[in-house]
C-alpha cells in the first residue's frame, strides 16, 4: 500500500499552531493548489482546490516561525480521515495531509540566510519511517541472467 501526497501552493491564512499538554506542537493551515485549462470555447479557466495541512512537533515550530498567509511551500505528506460530531452530533468526516516534509519556496531579501534553498537540508526532517528494504542478495542470484535472442521487448 502506498499513501503519499506531493504540494506546491500558497498558504490562505497564517498557520494555527496548538501546544497540548503531552508537550507536542501542532500547526494547521489551509494550501491552495490551482491548475489552468481551456474550456470547450477555448477560454482559459482556472481551478483552485484548497487542502488542509497539519504538521507536528518540528515541523509545526517551522511553520510557525517560517510560514504566513500567502507563503509558496513544498509539502510531502500523507492523506487521513478524521471522524468527528458536530454539535448536534452528526458524523462528519475531515480529510487532511499530514505533513512529513515542508519546504518554503518564497524568495527572501536575505536570500544569504541558508533557510530556503532549493534541496532538502537538516532541518526538513521526516519523522520515522520505517522502509521496506529487500533481503541482500546471494551471490549467485547477482549474476546477470543469459541473453534471450528472441524477446519481444521493441527496443
Given at each position: 500500500m502506498y499513501n503519499k501526497?506531493?504540494?506546491?501552493?500558497?498558504?490562505?491564512?497564517d498557520p494555527e499552531v496548538r501546544r497540548l499538554e503531552s508537550g507536542a506542537v501542532v500547526a494547521k493551515f489551509s494550501l491552495a493548489t490551482s491548475e489552468s485549462y481551456k474550456d470547450k470555447a477555448g477560454e482559459w479557466?482556472?481551478?483552485?482546490?484548497?487542502?488542509?495541512?497539519?504538521?507536528?512537533?518540528?515541523?509545526?515550530?517551522r511553520a510557525e516561525r517560517d510560514l504566513k498567509k500567502?507563503?509558496?511551500?513544498f509539502v510531502e505528506g500523507k492523506l487521513t480521515t478524521r471522524k468527528w460530531q458536530d454539535k448536534e452530533g452528526n458524523n462528519r468526516y475531515s480529510t487532511e495531509v499530514v505533513a512529513q516534509l515542508l519546504k518554503p519556496l518564497d524568495?527572501?531579501?536575505?536570500?544569504?540566510?541558508?533557510?530556503?534553498n532549493s534541496f532538502p537540508s537538516a532541518m526538513d526532517e521526516a519523522p520515522a519511517v520505517?522502509?521496506?528494504t529487500p533481503p541482500a542478495a546471494s551471490p549467485a542470484s547477482t549474476e546477470k541472467p543469459a541473453a534471450q535472442e528472441d524477446?519481444?521487448?521493441p527496443f
Open positions: 501526497v506531493s504540494l506546491i501552493g500558497h498558504l490562505g491564512k479557466q482556472s481551478v483552485t482546490e484548497w487542502h488542509d495541512v497539519v504538521l507536528w512537533r518540528s515541523l509545526a515550530e500567502g507563503s509558496l511551500v524568495k527572501r531579501e536575505n536570500a544569504g540566510s541558508g533557510n530556503f520505517k522502509v521496506f524477446d519481444d521487448l
